[in-house]
């Protein structure tokens, strides 16, 4: 454990490690003390301008809230309801169901009416995460219907005078860039400029620092891109400030390219990392946005985020060549190098996906290498996930080859073995997958998980997977065994995955069945 321990911290940021410890001791002072924050300060907000945003998932239906799948009907609103997890939690406290379709403005502010008057007391209302989220949320409705009251103007202020003071630097990543898209938000709306500058500032420096060349966000979660991408159109949109408007317009064209790229012809993202359906706005509902923003929407060159994209006569291939993410921020990240996934008009092979973030067997499991398309060696992943959101031990990927048609890379995940991989296009309906181990451990197992909705036949080393037809060369051991797929969280499907062994090499032929 203290190896894993050392290899885990060794990769943080003096910066987090500072703000960890002072938050820490600041609330441990706090709460021996008997410290409650104040929720007094008062500044009058003004009625923005906006275009019409993406309106959030139906949530919430009179006193039932639907989260990950989860509902719960309340008599009297718990708003730090602990059975369903951290996340739940959160998500009743994001407020996002103030801006669906069916929420009226009379439902609205009686949910933030019922909010504020607890609000003092709560516990996970008055984190940075969701007091970032609820932030942004309640103007968006607060400008919706112009409504002008005193009471809420005075509890929002007051949240944003607490967040300005809690910035998560201690995580950094996506948290930080919310921290910095609410406060810039919040500073529009009450015309303070002290918080605007505070945020535009973090925000400047973050995007910098997060969005890769290619335009793909650094946590390399096609889920966590949409979702920092809508708050940066929000902030395009209820920006006045022509200098800040073209920075954002900069990073959400590049980013707007990116997922463009990204997005599977059928509009679905692909379950790389920690990425689910039904949390983020969908691609297409992003793009409607961008279009109303008159923002314009290209097409990426895939380079530093490490995900390659071929199409092969209509279907579209998907590979991963790249760092699991971030050194100092891998919580979202996956063991799972030299992953892929196949879709045509559907999913053929597909990411096995996430279901829950407790830190359970479950989400170990979904986080393992034995979860993706790719090898496994003696069992283990080729990084060490742990504790849910942690990464101890790393590997080095390199890449030897990166070409229109053909790619090769290695990395060092096992010990005593490199394990290489390289993918190559024959023709507009074949590509060839070539697996090779060196080293004192030859013995793999390549895991090909497969869509629910596609039926799959084996026969000897052959795999008839719908149109697809796969051949293994230099097998030792092919078996079809059946797995969890996870598409929503909470919500668990029965597909069919494939489990090749192998000694040395294995050869992949992957070819589509002509009409």
Request: net charge neutral; glycine share 6%.
């Amino acid at each position: 454990m203290t190896v894993r321990y050392y290899h885990t911290l060794k990769h943080l940021k003096l910066k987090q490690i500072y703000f960890q410890l002072y938050y820490k001791i600041r609330t441990a002072f706090r709460k021996f003390s008997g410290y409650h924050p104040k929720f007094n300060k008062y500044k009058q907000g003004q009625i923005l301008n906006f275009t019409e945003w993406v309106p959030a998932y139906e949530s919430s239906n009179k006193n039932t809230f639907t989260f990950l799948n989860l509902p719960v009907t309340f008599e009297k609103i718990n708003w730090d309801y602990p059975l369903n997890g951290k996340l739940w939690t959160y998500n009743l406290n994001y407020f996002d169901f103030l801006n669906q379709p069916s929420m009226t403005k009379e439902e609205g502010l009686t949910l933030i009416r019922n909010f504020t008057a607890q609000l003092a007391t709560l516990n996970n209302a008055n984190e940075p995460y969701p007091t970032s989220l609820r932030g942004i949320n309640w103007i968006k409705f607060i400008c919706k219907y112009q409504i002008q009251d005193k009471a809420i103007d005075q509890s929002l202020y007051s949240q944003y005078c607490l967040l300005s003071t809690h910035i998560e630097y201690h995580l950094l990543g996506n948290h930080l860039l919310e921290n910095a898209f609410s406060l810039y938000i919040g500073g529009v709306y009450f015309k303070d400029e002290k918080l605007k500058n505070k945020g535009f500032s973090l925000i400047s420096q973050e995007l910098k620092e997060q969005i890769l060349m290619d335009g793909g966000h650094f946590e390399l979660s096609p889920m966590y891109h949409q979702i920092i991408l809508t708050r940066l159109l929000d902030c395009y949109n209820f920006s006045n400030n022509n200098n800040e408007k073209q920075l954002l317009k900069s990073y959400a064209t590049k980013m707007l390219a990116w997922l463009n790229t990204m997005t599977m012809s059928n509009g679905d993202i692909p379950l790389l990392n920690d990425s689910a359906k039904n949390i983020a706005p969908t691609s297409q509902e992003i793009f409607a946005y961008a279009n109303r923003l008159n923002l314009p929407i290209g097409a990426a060159e895939l380079s530093d985020s490490g995900y390659r994209k071929w199409n092969i006569d209509g279907a579209e291939l998907i590979m991963d060549i790249g760092k699991i993410g971030p050194d100092y921020i891998p919580g979202h990240a996956h063991a799972d190098i030299f992953n892929f996934v196949l879709y045509d008009q559907q999913a053929i092979i597909i990411d096995s996906g996430i279901s829950t973030y407790e830190k359970n067997q479950q989400r170990e499991k979904e986080r393992s290498t034995a979860s993706h398309n790719t090898v496994v060696v003696n069992g283990r992943n080729q990084v060490d996930t742990w504790g849910g959101f942690r990464v101890g031990k790393r590997c080095e990927i390199v890449i030897d080859l990166d070409q229109k048609n053909e790619i090769e890379a290695h990395h060092n995940g096992y010990k005593g073995c490199i394990h290489y991989r390289s993918w190559k296009k024959i023709n507009d309906i074949e590509f060839i997958i070539h697996d090779e181990l060196e080293g004192k451990t030859s013995k793999g197992t390549f895991h090909l998980h497969f869509h629910p909705s596609v039926t799959v036949h084996h026969n000897n080393n052959i795999l008839q997977a719908g149109n697809w037809k796969i051949t293994f060369a230099k097998v030792k051991t092919l078996y079809l065994q059946k797995y969890t797929l996870a598409e929503e969280f909470n919500k668990l499907q029965e597909g069919t995955k494939a489990i090749i062994e192998f000694d040395g090499d294995l050869t992949t032929s992957v070819t589509r069945a002509k009409e």
